[in-house]
């Protein structure tokens, strides 16, 4: 056997086991009895030093020397191995293991913390959270950037000062749309309850509509929605809210954007490195693009508005153009999570300029708290009333997530693009989705962008899918189309 047949083979076992302990992460969160975290914490770290061992086996390293690639598809096989076995290779065992032990732990912290929104009996848990991230950055960087090195767990390619100008130039637009959409009055909240079980029968049809299948997949309730899982079993979540159920809805359509990408990847690349969503920014725009420039757009919410109408009989809302009106809502609440098409870039930028200080050493976790609030007041005109609408809100930094907020706004900037590509490619998008049919333009994306898995890095991969080098500016162009019509601006 080759070298590179020999590598293939080890990593397709490591794959699988992999998948198994994804699994296992969904069954904690959907079927597990309550008594069971004790065991079921072991049986993860158990899978877990198996998987560390094979990441790091010694043997790699001599069969990556040896390896050759014949063409694309191996060569990117090689370079995904070659940047799992030198990251996991970095990072002494030691302190791999203190960055786990740690991560169990401070999550625990974190949500008594936050459920007394009692920032300071979480500040010594995050300090200490930094100060291991920043030492396995180092050992990452090589005397590069500590964030950058960071970020390249979840968006292989890009840096912070590429970021922080994409962002720059992205923050007055969004400010100015925001200031001039709140000028205007918006509609009233729905005031009505509906059924779970209805919420659930129509987040199923919903996942159907958008090409979800069920026969490799499942979706179940759960405290937050996610999509776990790739190939032939992703698995998704979602919950129900009476008094919300765009919640519900929009939810199951974010997870099925994601578990769509992963079902597209081309079979082939099961149990490859190829075979999972390239990077964290990519799968959003999936999720992203699905949940609102498909799913909150005029012609679908005119198609769901008569679906609710038959689950749900009147609830309120006269006709189509008035429920797109309500779907489209803009609000300035605290929540990230909550928040509409026009806050949720502000969220997400408030996050990475904090976090960025944070691993550079230029604020302290005793300041975190007083800057959260004052940046929340001067981005969104309203003081935090309660910690656990502000520094709390999110687990990330408690599982030592650093440089994963970000990649939601990449996720949006990329959908951005990616649907002026759809639009010009699917000339009657319109009309189908007033239909309830949105294959040309998911079919579209698994054709151009899905298929491909990890074949090509995070950024090539949207800008073979869109013709186009990506920027912010489709983005912003639809937002100010899309609520400048809304709002009469
Ligand atoms: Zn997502």
Redesign the pocket.
């Known amino acids: 056997m080759s070298a590179y047949d020999q590598l293939m083979a080890y990593e397709r076992v490591t794959q699988a086991l992999g998948s198994v302990a994804g699994r296992t992460g969904w069954d904690q969160e959907t079927m597990m009895p309550a008594g069971s975290a004790a065991l079921r914490a072991e049986e993860m770290a158990a899978l877990e030093e198996v998987l560390h061992a094979r990441r790091t086996n010694p043997k790699l390293g001599d069969l990556l020397e040896a390896a050759e690639s014949a063409d694309d598809v191996s060569r990117a096989n090689l370079r995904h191995i070659r940047r799992s076995f030198d990251r996991a290779t970095k990072v002494p065992a030691t302190l791999a293991t203190a960055i786990a032990r740690h991560t169990s732990k401070g999550q625990g912290i974190w949500a008594a913390a936050r459920a007394e929104n009692d920032f300071a009996s979480f500040a010594p848990t995050l300090t200490e959270m930094i100060r291991l991230k920043r030492e396995e950055a180092a050992c990452l960087a090589a005397g590069g950037d500590l964030y950058d090195a960071l970020l390249d767990d979840y968006e292989p390619g890009v840096t912070g000062a590429e970021l922080q100008s994409m962002f720059d130039r992205m923050r007055p637009r969004l400010v100015d749309l925001r200031a001039q959409v709140l000028a205007e009055d918006g509609p009233a909240p729905i005031d009505h309850a509906f059924d779970e079980a209805g919420q659930m029968a129509l987040s199923t049809v919903l996942a159907r509509t958008f090409g979800y299948d069920l026969e490799i997949g499942r979706i179940d309730k759960a405290v937050h929605p996610f999509?776990s899982g790739s190939g032939t079993d992703v698995r998704i979540t979602t919950r129900t809210s009476p008094r919300d159920p765009f919640n519900c809805f929009y939810s199951t359509i974010?997870?099925v954007?994601?578990a769509c990408y992963e079902q597209g990847i081309d079979r082939a690349y099961e149990l490859t490195p190829l075979g999972a969503g390239v990077s964290m920014g990519v799968?959003?725009s999936q999720?992203?693009i699905y949940e609102n420039q498909l799913g909150r757009s005029r012609a679908f919410t005119g198609w769901l508005f008569g679906q609710m109408r038959d689950q749900f009989g009147d609830f309120g809302v006269a006709d189509e153009d008035a429920f797109y009106r309500v779907v489209n809502r803009v609000g300035s609440g605290y929540i990230r999570t909550e928040a509409d098409e026009v806050h949720y870039n502000l969220h997400v930028m408030l996050r990475f300029d904090l976090e960025r200080q944070l691993v550079d050493g230029r604020l302290e976790v005793a300041d975190l708290e007083e800057a959260w609030n004052e940046r929340f007041a001067a981005d969104f005109g309203t003081a935090v009333d309660v910690a656990s609408n502000g520094v709390l809100q999110d687990v990330h930094w408690s599982f030592g997530l650093f440089g994963y907020f970000p990649t939601?706004t990449l996720?949006n900037v990329y959908a951005g693009c990616l649907y002026q590509s759809l639009r010009g490619a699917v000339p009657a998008l319109d009309d189908q989705l007033a239909k309830g049919d949105t294959s040309a333009a998911t079919g579209w994306l698994r054709e151009n962008l899905q298929q491909f898995g990890g074949l090509r890095e995070p950024r090539e991969t949207i800008r073979h899918a869109c013709g186009f080098e990506p920027t912010e500016a489709p983005l912003l162009d639809y937002l100010d189309a899309k609520f400048g019509a809304l709002y009469g601006l």
């Open positions: 999509s974010h997870e954007g994601h799968h959003e999720s992203r939601y996720g």
